[in-house]
Antibody, heavy 120, light 108 residues
């Protein structure tokens, strides 16, 4: 079964660092782009960026460039989203999603989401 | 511009047809994708390349395109269709992606 399993919910303080993960299984990890999507409480989906695990090519949406780092470890089929200094405004639900190579540019497999809460 | 505009809400009675629009200049050149998100769940891809359905998506979901507007049509709406619906598009490389603001479908 093709799936993306994300790491557990996190509660952090402002200024702390954090890395959340997205582990892929059931398909060739290095052949598909992985994107990250933010959903702030009660709000819509926001595209953050996308990475190709095969060559680590990474494209960020301008509003997230410099705010987060997207990376992957292809030896363990895992993508990451990390912050060096969290802000309260980073409180949100974060999804990873696989970009299909057969359904246009649609995101055909999604992780279950990781809730990040940043509060003092 | 890559912005996509959706109506915040659409209401429909059971058994009727719901139509959700998504507008944006990029849609004249690039395909649109539609997702359904139910409360507490991850989004699910409903439509790709404007009007194609992935395997397992019911025929009551369909998509169409005209100029800079795409439309998601849900036929014979039932209570289970209550959800948020998002359109999405991307640039020609598929790496610069944008979502619409989302439309909440209410079944009266």
């Amino acid at each position: 079964e093709v799936q993306l399993v994300q790491s557990r919910a996190e509660v952090k303080k402002p200024g702390e660092s954090l890395r959340i993960s997205c582990k892929a299984s059931g398909y060739s990890f290095t052949n598909y782009w992985i994107g990250w999507v933010r959903q702030m409480p009660g709000k819509g989906l926001e595209w953050m960026g996308i990475l190709h695990p095969g060559d680590s090519d990474t494209i960020y949406t301008p509003s997230f460039q410099g705010q987060v780092t997207i990376s992957a470890d292809k030896s363990i089929n895992t993508a990451y989203l990390q912050w060096s200094s969290l802000k309260a405004s980073d409180t949100a639900l974060y999804y990873c999603a696989r970009r299909s190579e057969f359904l246009g540019y649609g995101m055909d497999v999604w992780g279950q989401g990781t809730t990040v809460t940043v509060s003092s | 511009s890559q912005e996509l505009t959706q109506p915040p809400s659409v209401s429909v009675s059971p058994g009727q047809t719901a139509r959700i629009t998504c507008s944006g200049d990029t849609l004249a050149k690039q395909y649109a994708y539609w997702y359904q998100q139910k409360p507490g769940q991850a989004p699910v891809l409903l439509i790709y390349n404007d009007n194609e359905r992935p395997s397992g998506i019911p025929q009551r979901f369909s998509g169409s395109s005209s100029g800079t507007t795409v439309t998601l049509t849900i036929s014979g709406v039932q209570a289970e269709a209550e959800a948020d619906y998002y359109c999405q598009s991307a640039d020609s490389t598929g790496t610069r992606v944008v979502f619409g603001g989302g439309t909440r479908l209410t079944v009266l």
